[in-house]
Nanobody
Framework: QVQLVESGGGLVQPGGSLRLSCAASTRIGSPFSVGWFRQAPGKEREIVGVINWSGGDTYYPDSVKGRFTISRDMAKNMAYLQMNSLKFEDTAVYYC??????????????????WGQGTQVTVSS
């Protein structure tokens, strides 16, 4: 059973930056796509970015485009979410999801096979 572990969350002031990491406990065994999601209290889990299985394509919703960047280190089974120019509305629990193969059109939680436990990001002055 593959488990994902997120880290790097915390408290940051508006305009600040954070880098989240997502580590797989074991090799997934196939090329895999990674989706980063977030969930604020009382809201549904929403996509903040996807990187496809080859690492050659990414997707970001308008709410984070130009501020967030996904990257990956396939040799280390790691994925990252660099978050810049953070806003109050970015406050949420952030989750990484993974699925074998996949494309950047997979933007719903149901599209992912494996999940981490989440890491809290709080943007506050």
């Amino acid at each position: 059973q593959v488990q994902l572990v997120e880290s790097g969350g915390g408290l940051v002031q508006p305009g600040g930056s954070l880098r989240l990491s997502c580590a797989a406990s074991t090799r997934i065994g196939s090329p895999f796509s990674v989706g980063w999601f977030r969930q604020a209290p009382g809201k549904e889990r929403e996509i903040v970015g996807v990187i496809n299985w080859s690492g050659g394509d990414t997707y970001y919703p308008d709410s984070v485009k130009g501020r967030f960047t996904i990257s990956r280190d396939m040799a280390k089974n790691m994925a990252y979410l660099q978050m810049n120019s953070l806003k109050f509305e970015d406050t949420a629990v952030y989750y990484c999801g993974a699925r074998r193969f996949g494309t950047t059109s997979m933007r719903a939680p149901k599209d992912y096979e494996y999940w981490g436990q989440g890491t809290q990001v709080t943007v506050s002055s």
